[in-house]
Each structure stands twice: as structure tokens, then as C-alpha cells.
């Protein structure tokens, strides 16, 4: 019999991986001859990947940049963040409590993530958690990813799960598009990384600390997407 579960992103989300990425990013501009980046101001980007953030880090400097400068940077960025991993990265507060209590109320976890499987197992077991949950599936997973609702289906079907039984939780527009687009509620965090407040983008719930995702909210948002 399938379980209900809980499927999270993992950059932003469960996990403040800025950072390391932020630090691989300047450590790639440095070997173009770029500045480094005001790293506040560019935390925003961080969940749109390695590539787009070398690409506004250049036309915040103004700098040209063709593709196969972009292609040797972003190899650089990802070397040296992979070298690293876990580095300064850390589950956000209140990621253990909330895990271990959704876990003793029967529910499966799963993490539906953009970032490479490889990169994901790595930092999870890096901050102590990758036990947690019962698939890890990233971009390159499947032949496809978030916002196609596919991934976060078949990351529900890998780790057991029911889909009818799910909720989906993430900070960013991808990961209320791909839940929404999978009709499964979805709760966003408001501490990720986008450019826009996630209300916006008209999520289920709105969450300001893991303390907020109870087993009872939950249960709620599954109870009222089957009626």
C-alpha cells in the first residue's frame, strides 16, 4: 500500500546552499577577469543555476560574454562547487524537527531538486540528512525537469509514494508551477532565493519557518485537493 508523502526542493528550500554557490560563482568570474559579485544583492539568482548567474554576473558588469567563455566558466563554477560540497552550506533552522516529526506521522520524504542527483546525495549527506528521505532525484534523474510536472511525479513513484497522498514544498515560481502543473498542493517557503515575493505565484500555503509545516497542515492540503 502506497503512503502519503511530502516532496521537497533542496536549494532554498531545505538547505541555505548560497554560500558555496555564490563563492564558486566569484571563483569563475575571477578566472574570466570579472569582478566578483556583491553576494547579498545576488543571492536572488542562486536558484537559477550556475550558468545564469555567470550571465548576470556579466551584464551586471557590463562585459560581453560568448558562448564558449560561458561554457568554460560554468565549468570552472561547477568543478569548484562540487570540489566543496558541503562547504559553509546548512539545512535552514527547524529542517531536522520538521522531517522527524512529518517521518513519525507515516509520511514518505522525497527531494525534487534542479541540482544534478550526484550533486544533491553529496550535500545531503554532507549535512547529515540524505537518510532522511526516501528518493533523492535531481535534473539529470529523469529526461526531464521541474517545471515539467513528470519529475515531481516520478520522484513520488520512485520513493513509494501516492500522488493523490502529496504535497509539495519549495521557494520558487519552477516548484509552484511543476506542483500546480501536477495538481498537487504546494507550500512555499518565503526565505528561498527568487526576485519576487513566492505569493505571487499563488502557492497553497506560505511558510516563514519549518516550525509552520505541521503534520496537521498537511493533512489538511492533501484532505482538501481529493475533495
Known amino acids: 500500500m502506497t503512503r502519503p508523502i511530502i516532496v521537497f526542493d533542496l536549494d532554498g528550500t531545505l538547505v541555505d546552499t548560497a554560500p ?4 564558486s560563482l566569484n571563483h569563475s568570474l575571477a578566472a574570466g577577469g570579472a569582478l566578483a559579485t556583491d553576494t547579498d544583492g545576488f543571492r536572488q539568482f542562486v536558484g537559477h543555476g550556475g550558468r545564469v548567474m555567470i ?33 559553509r552550506s546548512q539545512p535552514y533552522p527547524g529542517v531536522p524537527a520538521a522531517l522527524t516529526r512529518l ?3 507515516g509520511y514518505l520524504l522525497a527531494v525534487c531538486t534542479n541540482k544534478t542527483e550526484a550533486f544533491s546525495v553529496r550535500l545531503l549527506e554532507g549535512v547529515g540528512l540524505a ?9 539529470d534523474t529523469f529526461a526531464f525537469r521541474k517545471p515539467d510536472p513528470r519529475h515531481l511525479v516520478e520522484t513520488i513513484a520512485r520513493a513509494g509514494g501516492d500522488a493523490r497522498q502529496a504535497v509539495m514544498v519549495g521557494d520558487s515560481q519552477t516548484d509552484i508551477d511543476t506542483a500546480k502543473a501536477a495538481g498537487i498542493p504546494v507550500v512555499a517557503v518565503d526565505f528561498g532565493y527568487t526576485d519576487r515575493h513566492v505569493r505571487e505565484f499563488g502557492p497553497s ?18 484532505q482538501a485537493a481529493q475533495a
Open 103 to 105: 517521518a513519525a506521522a
Open 131 to 139: 537518510g532522511r528521505f526516501a528518493a533523492i532525484c535531481g535534473a
Open 205 to 222: 500555503r506560505i511558510i516563514s519557518h519549518f516550525d509552520e509545516l505541521t503534520v496537521a497542515m498537511c493533512g489538511d492540503l492533501m
Open 20 to 23: 558555496d554557490l555564490l563563492d
Open 55 to 87: 550571465e548576470r554576473a556579466y551584464a551586471a558588469q557590463k562585459r560581453m560574454l560568448d558562448t564558449a567563455e560561458h561554457d568554460r566558466l560554468f565549468t570552472l563554477f561547477l568543478d569548484h562547487y562540487g570540489t566543496n560540497i558541503p562547504g
